[in-house]
């Protein structure tokens, strides 16, 4: 039988990776508790229709990029291509407005989209966020561009990371905007991608997303959403700027920014990193005051952002930020068949205690059990031969200096607490 791969676009997490992907994991969930969020679980699919009714028909994660299938009883289902849609659906379905006027979430989960494989972005690929519900105000704003800053400074990224942020506006801004746009666009429509030219008949605003120079370049003199903004718009951005500086978040205006779901609305945001090359975008969020309603809740004001866990890893990899400690305390060498229920009993108590012990179950030679003694990073070696069996005792030796010393089995857990403390 021929070999069984991994489907493109997946990718294995091997044990030596797995360790970064905690620290990642154990740090977001740190700094998520210490602002009041509560973690949220939501199921790998739901109904195709929650993402082509929040994320845009016309967006090419619904129109190109969603592995979705007809189940037994004709429902579409879709694996989730992104987590705001769920999360949203989860509140209104479990009616969480209704327990507390503001719903601080976060989540972390794989994600499924079927674009073409490259560093950093998978078909099944992995993602941490939050999102908060409930406050309109700027301050809402600030506290969630807080929590991402905070976790881009737990992994050592936030010296070489920028903030760009703009304000789409309320959707009485963005339809004047929209048509000044299109205004704009219109006379050089005919030199655009094929994407453009769909985008500028159903979202014009996305046009401004393009990567391509040539479209870039064209875009360079192209109204800004601010020529348009209504008098709360304006304060409501300027409010967020004053609380930004207040908690010295270093930013920069991208008027061009306008995030790539159609669900966001005013305030939008990313976190970009050099050391992800021309794609660079490390975290990305905004307010959706409407997808609540648009999802069938009672009108919800909304704000959160996304990160791709694996390209934050990475930019910590890039960094220097992955350095990963052992977490072995000891490694249990038994050099006689006659000391295995010792060893067994020795190890329990020591776990119980809280320690991580390992031995070897293959019963190898001493020079191979100490040789992946030291491979381990295990700070210290018991060693239990004939001679200890016959005293009661083991030897227990200093792995990192080379030292040892012979201990009593009754004493072994009091000494490596007094080593250890």
Known sequence: ???????????????????????????????????????IRTPVFEETRLFSRSVGEDTDIVSKEMYSWEDKDGTS????????????????????????????????GPLFRRERPQKGRQRQFHQFGVEAFGSGHPEQDAEIIAIAWHILSECGLN?????????IGSPDCRTAYREALKDFIRPNLAQFSETSRKRFETNPLRILDTKAEHEQKLLDDAPTVSDCY???????????QNFLKAINIPFSINLKLVRGLDYYSRTVFEFTSPVLGAQDALLGGGRYDGLVETLGGKATPAIGFAAGMERFLIAMDESGEQSIESKTDIYFVCLDEDGITTTL????????????????????SMKSQMREANRSGAKFAIILGETEMESNSVVLKYLEKGEQESVSQKGLLEKLRKLTN
């Open 230 to 240: 209504t008098d709360e718009d304006k304060a409501h951005f300027e409010s967020l």
């Open 1 to 39: 039988m021929s070999q069984i791969r991994s489907i493109k676009g997946t990718h294995d997490i091997l044990p030596a990776d797995s360790q970064k992907w905690q620290r990642l994991e154990q740090i977001v969930r740190s700094v998520c508790n210490q602002f009041g969020y509560e973690e």
């Open 159 to 167: 010296s070489d990371s920028t903030l760009q942020l703009n304000s």
């Open 345 to 364: 009993s020795i190890s329990n108590k020591l776990r119980q205690a809280g320690f991580s012990v390992i031995s070897d179950p293959v019963r190898r």
């Open 77 to 108: 289902l879709t694996l989730r291509p992104e987590l705001t849609a769920s999360v949203v659906r989860a509140y209104i379905q479990h009616n969480l407005g209704g327990q507390a006027p503001v719903q601080r979430l976060y989540y972390m």
